[in-house]
């Protein structure tokens, strides 16, 4: 994937749950057959590893309709970032956010440069 954006207003899929909608961005890139076996649970790994990094690993297996909207938000932000885009658009994606969780987010993106 060349460009990955993260919008200012959350763009989640309602039917997945957080794990999934994880994974869901980097089925994008790799293709369909990146989601059996080996790969699945591979995938799975990084997926909650990445919630581990935005503080929603005790929510992997809920939907998106039962998290709060600043919840969804940090959702929104590692879901595109999981795809490995060469280079990430932001759209004002802090704004809904509190201080606290607006330095993790910072400090999430921040890290993925290195």
């Known amino acids: 994937m060349e460009r990955g954006v ?21 089925t994008f890139k790799r293709g369909w057959g990146h989601v059996f076996g080996a790969a699945r649970k591979a995938a799975k790994t990084r997926a909650d590893n990445t919630l581990a990094r935005i503080g929603l ?4 297996d809920a ?8 919840m969804q938000q940090r959702l929104t932000i590692g879901q ?7 280079v990430l658009l932001l759209d004002e994606p802090f704004g809904a956010l509190d201080t ?10 921040t890290d993925l440069r290195a």
């Open 6 to 26: 993260v919008f200012q207003h959350y763009s989640i899929f309602p039917h997945l749950t957080v794990r999934e909608n994880i994974i869901a961005g980097e």
């Open 100 to 109: 606290g969780t607006r330095l993790l987010m910072h400090d999430f993106l």
């Open 57 to 60: 690993a005790d929510v992997a």
């Open 63 to 70: 939907y998106p309709a039962t998290l709060s909207a600043v």
């Open 80 to 86: 595109t970032p999981a795809a490995k885009p060469r």
